[in-house]
Structures are given as structure tokens and as C-alpha cells.
């Protein structure tokens, strides 16, 4: 047992330092034991990614107390990753619940010592049902094992409950493996992020999976002008619609140039008698109305500009017709930036 000095008998200073030590010692031992956990992974593991992906039916996820929290997130991040997966309570399942497992199911059980008594009905009603199991457990000869068809261990370690009690270790090595097992799942579905996009439209990964021409501005809003036009007139334009930025043309609508605020600045003597293709930048940065919101924010961050025309549409040469521009400001609008 690891039991710490009374924190009334420090000085404040020297209880913060226990304290340190003490959050740093429990990330330690978690650490470890997933290493661990990642050198005695043995091909069960393979066995239970091919059950995943070749299930008829839906995943059941379970587990009692602390496990039983685990086995519900395990099952949200199946769902959200293309394997349609419930959690079903185990106290519940023996009040009815049962009735959530039909054939062409599968049982994901969760119990670190295998031995959990609330777990029995849903093992004997899946027997009953011909339903596979993947146990996830510390004990090889327990009750679960033996009825598991595919068996995933977790080392022995210690808790890193200072009484060796508490569930830790144990707890953060299940959710390890059930991480593992979903994005190996996955992976060999080959879930794109058009697929989890589907999936998972709201919060701040539907926000970053959305399509620039989601948020772009478009038709009038956008400050698009011929490459013959005053200098004079582009600053009008550029004011009145306060992007900071016009894209230039050609006689054939495709995009040729930008101008900035900047460029105003370094051209400042030819804003009275140049025109928009003298103070034009060439060769700007662009995207494509399909492409994600968090890819036109990182190429406006890796270029350090404010501003991004969206290129594509049916104009001549199609990819180079501005279609509308995007701003770091709609980004931090919805809150990616």
C-alpha cells in the first residue's frame, strides 16, 4: 500500500511537491501497465477486429461499476467510428434489457476480475442466443473467460490507487484495448471523414468536418473584380464589403490574382492611376468549395493569410473560377480558430 505523510504536518510548498509526485506516480504506473498491455497483445486481438467487421448484427457492450462506465464509452466510439454498438446495462439486462440482444449480436464484457455476478444472465441469454463474446479481463480461468469466445487479457498490474483498490490500471488499460479495437475496425473499413462526418455532424468535430462551401461567402458578398478595373474602384469594393481582400479576374472569370490590404499599402502610389493587375498578387492560395473547414484553416495558418478564395464552379477552366472566399473570422465565428 502506498499511503502519503499527513499534508497538515508540510509546508505548503512541500504538500504541492507531494502533490505533484503523487499525480505523477499514477501516470507512471497507468503508463506502464499500457505498455504492457501493448506486448502481451497476442492474435485474440486480430480474431476480435474480424468479428467486429463481419457481424451481421449490432455490438453489445457491458460491464458493471467502473467498467461499466468504460464499456459505455467504448460502445460511443464504436458507433461514432462506423460499428453500430449500444451499451446495455448489466443489473438492467436482468430486468428486461435481455431483450436487447437478438441474434446476429455480438457481447463485448468487461470484468477485471471475471467473476462479476451481474454479468451471469447476459452470458447464459447469450448461449442461449448463439451470440459470440469478447471478454476483456485480468483473470484467464474466471467465469467470463471460460465463456468468451474470444479472449483479450490485460496484464496483471497493480491500481494505482495508493490501497491498490481502486479502479485505475485496470480501468485505463480497458479503455486502451477498447480504443484499439475501434479504430483497428476502423481503419480496416476504411471510414473516411466524409463517413464520420455522417456520423458525427454535431459539436466541435461536426464544425471542423464542415464543407467550405458551408461556410463561405457567395454571389454578392463576394469581392471579385476584372483585372482592368481603377485601383480607385477595388478600394471601394474592398471597403464595402470589409473582407480585406478582392480577387482579381480575367475577361474569362478565372482567378488570376488577389489584392490585400497589404498590397494597398506596398502600391500606395499606384492607387490613383494603376489598376487591379498591376497591385495584384499572382499565383493565390485556394481551396476548393468541398474540401473540409479545418483544411482551409490550416492553410490559412500555414501561410499566415486572413483570407482564402474558394475556387471550382462551371466557368471556363473550372478550378480557377472563383466561387467564394472564406475569412479567419468566420472560423473563429464558429469557434475552430
Excluded at 27 to 36: D, G, M
Excluded at 159 to 184: K, R, V, W
Excluded at 269 to 294: C, K, N, Q, W, Y
Aim: hydrophobic content about 50%; glycine content about 10%.
Amino acid at each position: 500500500m502506498r499511503y502519503g505523510t499527513d499534508p497538515s504536518r508540510l509546508s505548503p510548498e512541500d504538500a504541492r511537491a507531494a502533490r505533484l509526485r503523487e499525480g505523477r506516480s499514477v501516470i507512471a504506473i497507468e503508463a506502464a501497465a499500457l505498455s504492457r498491455l501493448r506486448e502481451t497483445l497476442d492474435d485474440s486481438f486480430a480474431d476480435a477486429v474480424e468479428l467486429l467487421l463481419t457481424l451481421p448484427g449490432r455490438v453489445i457492450v457491458t460491464g458493471m461499476g467502473k467498467s461499466g462506465h468504460i464499456a459505455r464509452k467504448i460502445a460511443a466510439t464504436l458507433a461514432s467510428t462506423g460499428t453500430p454498438a449500444l451499451f446495455v446495462h448489466p443489473a438492467e439486462a436482468a430486468h428486461g434489457d435481455l431483450g436487447m440482444m437478438i441474434p446476429g449480436d455480438a457481447l463485448i464484457m468487461l470484468s477485471n476480475s471475471g467473476g462479476t455476478t451481474e454479468l451471469k444472465p447476459m452470458i447464459g441469454h447469450a448461449a442461449v442466443l448463439g451470440m459470440p463474446i469478447i471478454a476483456i479481463s485480468a483473470r484467464r480461468n474466471s467465469t467470463l473467460m471460460r465463456a468468451a469466445a474470444i479472449r483479450l487479457m490485460l496484464p496483471a498490474a497493480a491500481e494505482a490507487c495508493p490501497a491498490n483498490i481502486a479502479p485505475t490500471t485496470s480501468t485505463a488499460m480497458m479503455l486502451a484495448l477498447g480504443d484499439a479495437l475501434a479504430m483497428a475496425t476502423m481503419h480496416e473499413r476504411g471510414l473516411s471523414r466524409d463517413g464520420f462526418q455522417a456520423l458525427h455532424p454535431g459539436g466541435t468535430i461536426g464544425l471542423r468536418l464542415m464543407r467550405v462551401a458551408a461556410v463561405m461567402h457567395c454571389d454578392e458578398e463576394m469581392p471579385v473584380v476584372p483585372a482592368d478595373m481603377s485601383m480607385r474602384e477595388v478600394v471601394l469594393t474592398m471597403t464595402r464589403l470589409t473582407f480585406g481582400i478582392a480577387g482579381v479576374v480575367d475577361d474569362a472569370g478565372r482567378l488570376i490574382g488577389v489584392i490585400t490590404d497589404g498590397d494597398l499599402r506596398r502600391h500606395v502610389d499606384a492607387l490613383m492611376t494603376g489598376t487591379a493587375r498591376d497591385v495584384m498578387t499572382h499565383d493565390p492560395i485556394t481551396i476548393g468549395a468541398a474540401s473540409f473547414a479545418e483544411d482551409a484553416l490550416a492553410l490559412m495558418n500555414d501561410h499566415k493569410i486572413t483570407a482564402l478564395f474558394v475556387t471550382g464552379g462551371d466557368g471556363a477552366d473550372g478550378q480557377d473560377v472563383p466561387v467564394g472566399v472564406v475569412t479567419i473570422h468566420d472560423f473563429l465565428r464558429l469557434g475552430l480558430a
